[in-house]
Nanobody
Framework: QVQLVESGGGLVQAGGSLRLSCVTSGNIGSIDTMGWHRQAPGQQRELVATITSGSRTVYADSVKARFTISRDNAKNTLYLQMNSLKPEDTAVYYC???????????????WGQGTQVTVSS
């Protein structure tokens, strides 16, 4: 089992910044990939960014050059620095983890409870 606790959400004006954090605990030794997802009202959950244990990152086109994903393995914490925020970034943001496997697996093993980000225009 892995526990994930997000924090850092809030209300910000367009053009502002927020940094989300996700603290992990439990059976985290075999975690490979960590990611941030978001879900806006009435929309499907979408992938925002991922980072592997080797620090390889992938971003959704909508957030490239504005958001930065990072992880501090010593603190068991995942971050998402969000700059130049837009009203369309408003959503509940979730962190998730994926264990290392010997085969390809695109799903996610554990999810946090989410943190609300609201960007006003």
């Amino acid at each position: 089992q892995v526990q994930l606790v997000e924090s850092g959400g809030g209300l910000v004006q367009a053009g502002g910044s927020l940094r989300l954090s996700c603290v992990t605990s439990g059976n985290i030794g075999s975690i490979d990939t960590m990611g941030w997802h978001r879900q806006a009202p009435g929309q499907q959950r979408e992938l925002v960014a991922t980072i592997t244990s080797g620090s390889r990152t992938v971003y959704a086109d909508s957030v490239k050059a504005r958001f930065t994903i990072s992880r501090d393995n010593a603190k068991n914490t995942l971050y998402l620095q969000m700059n130049s925020l837009k009203p369309e970034d408003t959503a509940v943001y979730y962190c998730a983890t994926r264990y290392r496997r010997s085969y390809y697996y695109a799903g996610w093993d554990y999810w946090g409870q989410g943190t609300q980000v609201t960007v006003s225009s």
